[in-house]
């Protein structure tokens, strides 16, 4: 069971009954640190974020649960921060939070609930990954008009470029990213999907997918009454593919979608990797 509201992921899993493998991986988990009040055994695993690695991974909080032959796995998962309004992840509230929630859900042991200290948070987002130098910001300024950023989206070899204010309709309001997968043209071997189209001239192959989705309180943007348009080009050039994807909300006073469309596909056009 899931549920996520804008840049927050809440998880749960539980295995009921858990075998004794099952039992024993969970008490396996690396780097966890011992929770006591919860279960026969509970831990508490923080990634990402909190470990400072490079390029702003997520924030992970991740509760560990053995109480009899039930598994329990709890978890909170915070993206970076992509706007001023996003808050820098706490690990030790979400600990707080996942921790309280087992208690009441009748996982407590009747013993003080303790937790560990999350590490401390780790530096933002970088942008020394080098499938950001795939296509340059004079590039990206000259098809989209705008100024632009990098940030990396680690352990995916990805990277993500946004412009303004992704609320408001227009230029400002594009996310750009490139995901990039080494021997991957295999990939596009398979039937077209029902949305896709084949684009001519672009690498030795490339699908396009348009998608649209209420830009609404439930969506991965910030509020905003316009939906989001969301463009997939996946590309394939020698044993490489590349998926270039454009998030962008059309303003009925900006450019429209279909001009929107081949600034996309020009740019990707010009890309070589």
Not at 88 to 96: I, L, Q, S
Not at 123 to 137: E, H, L, W
């Given at each position: 069971m899931s549920k996520s509201?804008?840049?927050?992921?809440l998880s749960v899993a539980l295995i009921s009954p858990a075998s004794a493998t099952e039992?024993?991986?969970?008490?396996?988990?690396?780097?966890?640190?011992?929770?006591?009040?919860?279960?026969?055994?509970?831990?508490?695993?923080?990634?990402?974020w909190f470990r400072g690695e490079p390029g702003g991974a997520s924030a992970n909080t991740v509760l560990k649960a053995v109480r009899g032959s039930e598994s329990l796995d709890l978890r909170i998962v915070d993206m970076p921060?992509?706007?001023?309004?996003?808050?820098?992840?706490?690990?030790?509230?979400?600990?707080?939070?996942?921790?309280?929630?087992a208690v009441e859900a009748g996982w407590g042991n009747g013993k003080n609930l303790n937790l560990p200290s999350a590490p401390p948070v780790g530096?933002?987002?970088?942008?020394?990954?080098?499938?950001?130098?795939?296509?340059?910001?004079d590039a990206l300024k000259e098809a989209f008009g705008t100024t632009t950023q990098a940030?990396?989206?680690?352990?995916?070899?990805?990277?993500?470029?946004?412009f303004g204010a992704p609320g408001t309709p227009?230029?400002?309001?594009?996310?750009?990213?490139?995901?990039?997968?080494?021997?991957?043209?295999?990939?596009l071997s398979g039937p077209l999907p029902p949305d896709g189209q084949n684009i001519?001239?672009?690498?030795?192959?490339?699908?396009?997918?348009?998608?649209?989705?209420?830009?609404?309180?439930?969506?991965?943007?910030?509020?905003?009454?316009?939906p989001v348009t969301s463009m997939s080009l996946m590309v394939v050039r020698g044993g490489n593919t590349a998926i270039f994807t454009a998030q962008v909300l059309v303003s009925p006073a900006g450019p429209t979608e279909e001009q929107v469309k081949e600034q996309f596909i020009t740019l990707v056009k010009g890309i070589d990797f």
């Open positions: 509201n804008k840049s927050r992921a039992i024993a991986e969970a008490k396996k988990t690396p780097d966890c640190s011992t929770v006591e009040g919860i279960g026969d055994f509970a831990c508490m695993q923080w990634s990402g921060p992509m706007s001023p309004e996003i808050p820098v992840p706490d690990g030790n509230a979400a600990a707080r939070a996942i921790a309280q929630a530096p933002q987002t970088t942008t020394n990954n080098p499938v950001c130098a795939m296509v340059s910001v940030q990396v989206l680690p352990g995916e070899g990805n990277c993500r470029y946004q227009g230029p400002d309001s594009l996310m750009f990213s490139i995901e990039l997968h080494e021997g991957g043209a295999g990939m001519e001239g672009v690498g030795d192959s490339a699908v396009l997918v348009i998608r649209s989705e209420p830009g609404g309180p439930k969506a991965l943007r910030p509020p905003s009454d316009v």
